[in-house]
């Protein structure tokens, strides 16, 4: 009776493709190798106490951001509640735990940038890019976020591409700064 569930559930498996199977090998292989560099950041920081933050900032510098199993991880090996490790995550602006795009794009929502015309070009991207300010588009390549005041108020309105801030932005040339940004990326001719 045993054997014939064993045998009823072998038979329900599917073989893997061998393209599939490589490129589950590869992700496997960065993935492991990413946590081993991380390993080795975590022995090396773990003697010294309050170094959770500065663990987690390596950590999202090498995987990107800190998914769930990324936080259990610095948890187990540093010995403290995985809720510890979240709430530093979840408190601090600066952790993300979702993916973020290459391209990060900020906007100005401070109050000269806001009466100067920031929420339309808010509006205008989120319309071009399909997405939600905090969300990251489905290639993985925009991310829209919005910031207060960039200290640069006479060039409102102001956004910022990875930091590289953009002054007197007009909503019409939102077209033209996203193809700026998909110059060069393999996905050019998708439509933003």
């Not at 530093?88 to 806001?114: D, E, H, Q, W």
């Not at 953009?166 to 990326?185: F, H, S, W, Y």
């Given at each position: ?74 948890a187990e090996r540093l010995r403290v ?30 109050t000269a940038c806001y009466v100067k ?51 007197m932005v007009d909503p019409g040339k ?19």
């Amino acid at each position: 009776m045993e054997q014939n569930e064993k045998t009823v559930k072998t038979e329900s498996i599917k073989p893997i493709p061998a393209v599939e199977r490589i490129g589950r090998e590869l992700q496997d292989d960065e993935r492991d190798k990413n946590f081993n560099e991380l390993n080795l950041i975590i022995e090396s920081l773990a003697g010294d106490k309050g170094q959770l933050i500065r663990i987690l900032q390596k950590a999202q510098d090498i995987f990107g951001y800190l998914p769930d199993d990324v936080q259990a991880f610095i948890a187990e090996r540093l010995r403290v509640p995985v809720a510890e490790v979240n709430g530093v995550v979840t408190f601090y602006s600066l952790f993300s735990t979702r993916p973020k795009g290459k391209y990060i794009i900020n906007v100005c929502m401070g109050t000269a940038c806001y009466v100067k015309g920031a929420q339309q070009v808010m509006d205008a991207l989120k319309k071009r890019l399909k997405i939600d300010e905090g969300e990251t588009t489905p290639d993985g390549l925009f991310t829209l976020k919005s910031t207060r005041c960039v200290g640069a108020c006479g060039l409102a309105p102001i956004l910022a591409v990875n930091g590289k801030v953009q002054g007197m932005v007009d909503p019409g040339k939102i077209q033209e700064l996203i193809k700026n940004c998909r110059k060069g990326e393999k996905n050019e001719n998708q439509k933003h």
